[in-house]
């Protein structure tokens, strides 16, 4: 069986051992300052949500599209996951697709926010798509896209806030 990867990165594929060092330099924060008494302050800036009055480490929505379309285009799969991204305000690392023969595709878009999962059965017009943020981006902005692009008659979405209270 054949099957092809695409690495599709928002810099572009020179050489990765850089970027990755660039991306983390500016858009990732390692460490948090600490505290007069010594304690790191994970308050001050640690993306954690609120979400309905509960703080939570980040919205984890889980999106079943059923009768979709265009479940084996992997261009149109890699414009809607950009799309998605740019709807919720997040900052995209890069985008991982897989192309599976006959049909189907995998693939990541790694946000500094956390993530965007999609796995695709086009014989049975069903995706599972995983949309996994935190801090101010907002995840429940990928459901219309997701609905429009792929023409889904029926999109289902259940909800896990991870890391309540943490």
Same mark, same amino acid.
């Given at each position: 069986?054949?099957?092809?990867?695409?690495? #599709?990165?928002?810099?572009?594929?020179?050489?990765? /051992?850089?970027?990755?060092?660039? +991306?983390?330099?500016?858009?990732?924060?390692? %460490?948090? *300052?600490? $505290?007069?008494? /010594?304690?790191? +302050?994970?308050?001050?800036?640690?993306?954690?949500?609120?979400?309905?009055? @509960?703080?939570?480490?980040?919205?984890?929505?889980?999106?079943?599209?059923? /009768? %979709?379309? #265009?479940?084996? +285009?992997? !261009?149109?799969?890699?414009? $809607?996951?950009?799309?998605? @991204?740019?709807?919720?305000?997040? $900052?995209?690392?890069?985008?991982?697709?897989?192309?599976?023969? *006959?049909?189907? @595709?995998?693939?990541?878009?790694?946000?500094? &926010?956390?993530?965007?999962?999609?796995? $695709?059965?086009? @014989? %049975?017009?069903?995706?599972?798509?995983?949309?996994?943020?935190?801090?101010?981006? !907002? *995840? !429940?902005?990928?459901?219309?896209?997701?609905? &429009?692009?792929?023409?889904?008659? #029926?999109?289902?979405?259940?909800?896990?806030?991870?890391?309540?209270?943490?």
């Amino acid at each position: 069986m054949s099957q092809h990867a695409l690495l #599709r990165s928002v810099k572009g594929l020179g050489i990765p /051992g850089t970027a990755r060092k660039e +991306d983390r330099k500016t858009k990732l924060k390692v %460490a948090t *300052p600490a $505290t007069e008494d /010594g304690r790191q +302050d994970f308050q001050s800036n640690d993306h954690f949500a609120i979400r309905n009055g @509960v703080r939570c480490a980040g919205v984890h929505l889980i999106v079943d599209l059923h /009768g %979709a379309k #265009r479940l084996d +285009d992997i !261009d149109h799969i890699e414009a $809607t996951l950009r799309r998605c @991204v740019e709807a919720a305000k997040a $900052t995209l690392l890069h985008i991982h697709l897989h192309h599976f023969q *006959p049909s189907g @595709v995998s693939g990541v878009a790694v946000l500094a &926010e956390s993530h965007i999962s999609i796995h $695709t059965w086009p @014989v %049975a017009g069903y995706a599972a798509l995983d949309v996994f943020m935190c801090g101010s981006a !907002d *995840p !429940d902005k990928c459901i219309p896209v997701l609905r &429009e692009a792929f023409a889904a008659k #029926r999109v289902g979405v259940d909800e896990i806030l991870r890391g309540k209270n943490a």
